[in-house]
């Protein structure tokens, strides 16, 4: 099994400070100790609620912030031990789609600086042959080459993120983190946008780490899921099991809540009580005990960990229900 992509127990805590000398009294558990695995080509998703750390584990692959990990390896090699050189280098390997396509994009800049400027960064083509590269992936996410020397504010929110989609894809990287790139656009552009995506990846070999907190776009788009918990990874498994046999309560209170576009059909919601712990102060043991329905005593005080419940499908609970 070739994997591109394999992180192993990776952390992110936001320092808080306070007092006159700003000394750290405490800190955000943005991402607890998270682990998976991406294989080549696959659209791996990353799931859950608002907070719960999902940009951050993408930001931290990049090392757009610079995380804490015991392996954090992409195309064979270790990120942690690569130098400054080395990081830039595989860097063009890499590439992010970010969520809001309005503040992402450079207002100063015309559609060719935008698309074009990782060309410059990384001196792989200038000139005329820079501009020819901008007009073929211009063309390929779908916009008019006559375009090329307009401005963001001229465009709607869905071309943007396709101008957005073209400068990830202008390095021509194996690995693109898509940050729920249709969570700010309208219903009626979102399925263009993950055809786009799902056309690309059919047609130049990419490997996606899918983040969003919709299920139903997931079901479309993903082949596996990981399902993520105030920092925590609590199930981990391909999209049909998730949907058809999702193990962990929290899981099966996300698929509840998927609406049905059809009134005659009844639907059983899991209302979860209580709210969301703080990820400043996560409850020892389970983070999830407090709202859990079918919880019991042991998950007050000891961590759970991802146990292989059936082949490839990983659930972190003591209590699967």
Do not use: W
């Not at 925590?232 to 999702?246: G, Q, R, Y």
């Not at 899991?270 to 005990?289: A, E, Q, T, V």
Request: aromatic share 6%; charged share 25%; net charge positive.
């Amino acid at each position: 099994m070739t994997f591109l992509l394999e992180v192993e127990n990776l952390k992110k805590y936001f320092p808080i400070r306070g007092g006159i000398l700003s000394k750290q009294i405490a800190a955000v558990h943005a991402v607890d100790g998270i682990s998976f695995a991406i294989k080549k080509g696959e659209t791996y998703g990353l799931v859950g609620e608002s907070g719960c750390g999902k940009t951050t584990v993408g930001r931290c692959i990049l090392k757009l912030i610079e995380p804490e990990a015991d392996k954090l390896v992409f195309m064979g090699s270790d990120l942690f031990k690569l130098g400054k050189h080395e990081i830039k280098l595989l860097r063009r390997e890499m590439a992010m789609i970010f969520q809001d396509p309005y503040s992402s994009l450079n207002p100063r800049f015309t559609v060719a600086d935008i698309i074009g400027e990782p060309l410059q960064v990384h001196r792989l083509a200038k000139g005329n042959e820079r501009l020819r590269k901008v007009m073929d992936l211009m063309e390929k996410v779908g916009l008019a080459p006559d375009h090329i020397y307009r401005y963001p504010h001229e465009f709607s929110g869905g071309q943007k993120q396709r101008i957005g989609i073209a400068r990830a894809l202008v390095l021509s990287p194996k690995l693109i983190v898509a940050d729920e790139p249709v969570s700010a656009l309208d219903v009626s552009v979102r399925a263009s946008i993950i055809n786009l995506l799902m056309k690309l990846q059919k047609e130049l070999g990419l490997t996606y780490l899918f983040i969003t907190h919709d299920l139903s776009v997931v079901k479309h788009i993903c082949d596996r899921v990981a399902i993520m918990y105030v920092g925590k990874l609590v199930e981990i498994a391909s999209t049909e099991t998730i949907f058809s046999n999702p193990q962990h309560p929290y899981t099966q209170a996300l698929i509840s809540a998927i609406p049905i576009p059809d009134p005659s059909i009844k639907t059983k919601h899991i209302i979860l009580k209580g709210d969301i712990p703080s990820p400043i102060n996560p409850p020892s043991g389970c983070h999830f005990y407090e709202r859990c329905f079918c919880s019991n005593p042991k998950c007050k005080g000891q961590e759970p960990v991802l146990v292989e419940v059936e082949r490839e499908h990983y659930v972190a609970c003591h209590s699967v229900c």
